[in-house]
C-alpha cells in the first residue's frame, strides 16, 4: 500500500522556471494539501481542496495554483519560481478536513 | 497570528531525561492530533485526544487534553535518541463550516544525545 506518493522527489529551478509537483493517494480519501516547510519551521497550507472539484486557499498561496485532477491526484504548480520558493514541499491527504493527515515523502525544492 | 503556539521551539537533552513540550491556544478545539516528523520523511501520527481532560499513553509518551480543550501536553519519560524528531499539534475547531481543517502548530524540535 503505497499511500501517498509525490514526485519528483527533488528538484532545482533557475529564477523563472515552472514546474508542477505531483501528488497521489491510494487510499480513497477526499481530502488533499500542499504545505511547505521552510528550515527550522513547521508546516504552512498552501492550498487545500477537501473533496474533488473544490480548492481553496490556505495561509501561504501567492505564487503558486493547484489542480484537483481527479479524487486520486492533486497537483501543485509554480508558474515563475522564485528563491523564495525554496522549500520542502508535503502533499498531504485525509478522509475528511478534521481527520488525520497522512503525509507524502516530499519534494525538496532549490530555487536559484 | 498563529491559532496553536508550540513551546519550547527547540529542546535539546541527554538521553535518560524526562521533558514535557506544551501546545497552547485561545481557542477550543474538538479534538488534538500529536504528530512525529523525523529527518527527511513527513510528519506521522502518533495520537489524538478528543475529552477534555483525556489523557493518553504511548508507552514513553504521554498526552494530555486539557480540561477547556484549549491545549495539550506531550511528556517523554527517559528519553532515547529515537525520540528525536520536530513534534508537531494540530487542532480541529469546534465551530466551523464543513470544510473547517486542522491547524497545525508552530512545532518543537527535540534532539536527544546519547
Known amino acids: 500500500n503505497a499511500g501517498v506518493t509525490q514526485t519528483p522527489k527533488f528538484q532545482v529551478l533557475k529564477t523563472g522556471q515552472s514546474m508542477t509537483l505531483q501528488c497521489a493517494q491510494d487510499?480513497?480519501?477526499?481530502?488533499m494539501y500542499w504545505y511547505r516547510q521552510d528550515p527550522g519551521m513547521g508546516l504552512r497550507l498552501i492550498y487545500y481542496s477537501a473533496s474533488e472539484g473544490t480548492t481553496d486557499k490556505g495561509e501561504v498561496p501567492n505564487g503558486y495554483n493547484v489542480s484537483r485532477l481527479n479524487k486520486r491526484e492533486f497537483s501543485l504548480r509554480l508558474e515563475s519560481a522564485a528563491p523564495s520558493q525554496t522549500s520542502v514541499y508535503f502533499c498531504?491527504?485525509?478522509?475528511?478536513?478534521?481527520?488525520?493527515?497522512?503525509f507524502g515523502p516530499g519534494t525538496r525544492l532549490l530555487v536559484l | 497570528t498563529q491559532l496553536l503556539e508550540q513551546s519550547p521551539q527547540f529542546l535539546s537533552i541527554q538521553e535518560g531525561e524526562n521533558l514535557t513540550v506544551y501546545c497552547n491556544s485561545s481557542?477550543?478545539?474538538?479534538?488534538l492530533q500529536w504528530y512525529r516528523q523525523e529527518p527527511g520523511e513527513g510528519p506521522v501520527l502518533l495520537v489524538t485526544v478528543v475529552t477534555g481532560g483525556e489523557v493518553k499513553k504511548l508507552k514513553r509518551l504521554t498526552f494530555q487534553f486539557g480540561d477547556a480543550r484549549k491545549d495539550s501536553s506531550l511528556h517523554i519519560t527517559a528519553a532515547q535518541p529515537g525520540d528525536t524528531g520536530l513534534y508537531l499539534c494540530?487542532?480541529?475547531?469546534?465551530?466551523?463550516?464543513?470544510?473547517?481543517?486542522?491547524?497545525f502548530g508552530t512545532g518543537t524540535r527535540l534532539t536527544i544525545i546519547p
Open positions: 481557542s477550543v478545539f474538538s479534538s
Open positions: 494540530a487542532g480541529a475547531k469546534v465551530r466551523g463550516f464543513g470544510n473547517e481543517k486542522l491547524t
Open positions: 498531504a491527504s485525509s478522509e475528511g478536513t478534521k481527520e488525520t493527515q497522512y
Open positions: 487510499m480513497n480519501h477526499n481530502s
